[in-house]
């Protein structure tokens, strides 16, 4: 059977929040900002793994790093999911793939960077991974989700769960 690993990529909130401090922002600024664009993935996350269905894991992570590598060790198919304020409306579902990225940290990698990781680690091709990414409107510090971004998010909800919902039939 297909096995399906979710996680929340965090690549995005990496990059403005790297943006915030050097616009002189405090750490707990950014840390508000980071929070609301969390709590909308974590919603995602929180609804399928409410779901129950077989052959699903979901791993729910603030940022990507090395160590998710290893969570794709005997997956088929990976969906990252994420929160971009470029994304067009009201998602995307696009494939990754491996790729090598200089980082002076091994903190915040992009889904692209934890399957190179995983290539680099095992030896072998990673599976199969899919990134969706839901637009959000407004990175603002203290913003809360606004309704299109709500909206953005159920259509990526049910994007998700007809993605999930194929392989776990």
Same mark, same amino acid.
């Given at each position: ?111 692209? %960077?934890?399957?190179? /990781? ?5 030896? =072998?091709?990673?599976? +199969? &991974? *899919? !990134?969706?990414?839901? $637009?959000?409107?407004?990175? %603002?510090?203290?913003? /809360? ?5 709500? =909206?953005?998010?159920? +259509? &990526? *909800? !049910?994007?998700?769960? $007809? ?7």
């Amino acid at each position: 059977t297909e096995e399906l690993a979710q996680a929340a990529a965090g690549a995005d909130e990496a990059r403005w929040a790297w943006e915030l401090a050097r616009q002189g922002f405090r750490r707990e600024e950014i840390d508000a900002a980071t929070a609301a664009v969390q709590a909308a993935e974590a919603a995602l996350a929180a609804r399928l793994e409410a779901a129950c269905l077989p052959d699903v894991e979901v791993i729910s992570e603030f940022q990507l790093q090395v160590e998710n590598a290893l969570d794709l060790v005997g997956r088929d198919r990976v969906i990252f999911v994420d929160a971009g304020s470029n994304t067009p409306a009201p998602f995307e579902l696009r494939p990754v793939a491996a790729r090598q990225e200089f980082l002076h940290t091994s903190h915040a990698l992009s889904p692209e %960077a934890v399957l190179a /990781t995983y290539l680099r680690v095992t030896g =072998t091709a990673p599976p +199969a &991974a *899919w !990134l969706l990414c839901g $637009r959000g409107e407004s990175f %603002a510090l203290g913003e /809360t989700l606004s309704a299109d971004a709500t =909206t953005n998010l159920e +259509a &990526a *909800w !049910l994007e998700l769960r $007809r993605q999930v919902g194929a392989v776990s039939r």
